[in-house]
């Protein structure tokens, strides 16, 4: 398995594309998984299609956009809708992808969701390439911090998916005060090394244990 921690969904960006265009082949199948949204802003189907859906969707046509640099079109690409799709549904799309791919948003509303579909144990068992940005790459590690923010006002533990462990991150990365707070109570804590990325400019890649930081990232340790 390949775990990429983005910072944002733009992986056509010069900085990091060419990184991943060894990753990221053509023929590849992507499984888009926007389960983070916020229940304010998403609240039934049609809401969720104007970020998600396919053709018309603010963010999936970011993401499409982005994974056509690679050679991947809009036809490889299958969106698991929380609304109208089944778990059996939602399981043939993660079988038959090599990429699944998280958005951002809410990361413990993420994992309440997928556990609440009944996708948990598909997801866990894939063996593809997995991406992610924002919420999309805390939902990857078996366990995450949340610093406090305008969506968190305290900070917080939770658990993710069981990808990845060993380290934290700590994405959109700006040098506040709250942040730096949390990755220090994090390092003193748990006694792990803490990854920063900065808004739209650093990512992880972790590949048989190893981690390569790439663009601007910041270890806490």
């Not at 960006?13 to 060419?18: G, T």
């Not at 043939?92 to 969701?113: C, S």
């Not at 805390?138 to 305008?150: G, I, N, R, T």
Request: hydrophobic letters at 40%; charged letters at 25%; aromatic letters at 14%.
């Amino acid at each position: 398995m390949i775990n990429v921690l983005l910072d944002y969904y733009t992986i056509d960006e010069p900085w990091i594309y060419s990184e991943l265009k060894s990753i990221i082949s053509p023929e590849m199948k992507v499984a888009l998984i926007p389960f983070s949204f916020r229940d304010e802003c998403v609240n039934d189907e049609e809401s969720w299609r104007a970020l998600y859906g396919k053709g018309r969707g603010k963010i999936y046509f970011g993401i499409a956009r982005a994974f056509e640099a690679y050679g991947i079109s809009e036809d490889s690409i299958s969106v698991i809708n929380y609304f109208t799709d089944t778990a059996l549904a939602a399981e043939e799309k993660i079988k038959n992808a090599d990429i699944v791919f998280f958005t951002g948003g809410l990361p413990d509303r993420m994992t309440e969701r997928i556990k609440e579909f009944g996708i948990y144990d598909t997801l866990t068992s894939f063996d593809g390439i997995v991406m992610g940005y924002s919420a999309g790459a805390l939902v990857q590690m078996k366990e995450y911090h949340l610093s406090p923010d305008e969506d968190y006002p305290e900070f917080k533990y939770a658990e993710g998916l069981p990808y990845l462990s060993g380290f934290f991150l700590e994405v959109h990365f700006s040098d506040g005060e709250a942040q730096v707070s949390a990755i220090n109570r994090v390092v003193e804590e748990r006694a792990l090394p803490v990854y920063a990325t900065r808004f739209r400019k650093g990512a992880l890649i972790v590949s048989d244990g190893k981690i390569k930081m790439i663009g601007e990232v910041q270890k806490f340790s």
